[in-house]
């Protein structure tokens, strides 16, 4: 009963908020584009800095052994995003249509190898890889609020569903970045997401061998959300703008921390 009880509270909690997300960023703010950009980045950064890394730091762990395991993170995702610029260099220049662009002119040429070797192509797998490890330490951690009390599982569950939102929507456009499909992006996101029933299961089995992990868990989720917030998102904004444009960026990156800080204070506090 107790193992239902998990795996229908995680599949909710980590495919719900997604999807909740994906309503907000595709329907009410789908014309904003930009400003999402900025909202992106600051609720990646306020995940990491107000919500995954003070609850890591809250463990006995030592804080040189967390933030040498977030220095280690930053580095696997900047080797990770080189990878991945040069595997889709290699595919650019050794597939089916290179001979077709071989006699563009030499501006053009140019043109279209700055969107190959865009940023915002090469954060899907860093922000893809953050989230799973995220959603299995929330899954551990709903599993843990189950075997303590099941409503406890439940108001835990509702927390993460509401937690994640804000910062899926951040997910959510740094994946349509490296993919103009909305559904490739939604089921590339939902996946991650669907990642918290197996953390679920297994820390219902192993709940208190793996409670020792999770401040590592927390510490490398964050590393990609750092990662991808100053290496992706921020570069996109340094554009010479006009004082109200400047002024809206602004506005949105503190909306974005904004929301995060908000909702998991509320959950915080519930």
């Not at 609850?55 to 030592?62: C, I, M, N, P």
Request: charged share 10%.
């Amino acid at each position: 009963m107790t193992l239902v009880a998990i795996l229908i509270a995680t599949l909710c909690a980590g495919i719900g908020s997604v999807w909740v997300a994906a309503v907000l960023s595709f329907g009410v703010l789908a014309r904003y584009t930009q400003h999402m950009l900025s909202l992106a980045a600051g609720a990646l950064l306020a995940t990491a800095f107000m919500h995954l890394l003070p609850e890591a730091f809250e463990s006995q762990v030592s804080p040189q052994e967390l933030f040498g395991t977030l220095l280690v993170g930053l580095v696997f995702f900047f080797l990770l995003d080189k990878a991945e610029l040069w595997h889709h260099g290699h595919e650019h220049h050794h597939g089916p249509q290179a001979d077709a662009h071989a006699g563009h002119a030499g501006h053009d040429h140019g043109h279209h190898h700055h969107d190959h070797g865009s940023p915002p192509r090469s954060g899907g797998w860093a922000v893809l890889t953050g989230d799973s490890v995220h959603a299995f330490g929330d899954g551990i951690l709903i599993a843990s609020a189950f075997m303590a009390d099941l409503q406890l599982g439940f108001v835990a569950a509702l927390a993460v569903l509401v937690h994640e939102v804000p910062h899926h929507m951040g997910d959510l456009v740094v994946l349509r970045g490296s993919s103009s499909n909305r559904r490739v992006a939604l089921l590339k996101v939902s996946l991650a997401g669907a990642v918290t029933a197996l953390g679920g299961m297994v820390g219902y089995g192993l709940v208190d061998l793996l409670h020792d992990w999770l401040p590592y868990f927390l510490v490398v989720a964050s590393s990609s959300f750092i990662y991808v917030a100053l290496a992706d998102l921020i570069p996109q904004l340094q554009t010479r703008l006009s004082a109200r444009a400047t002024a809206a960026q602004v506005a949105w990156l503190l909306i974005g921390m904004g929301l995060v800080m908000l909702v998991s204070h509320l959950a915080h506090g519930h």
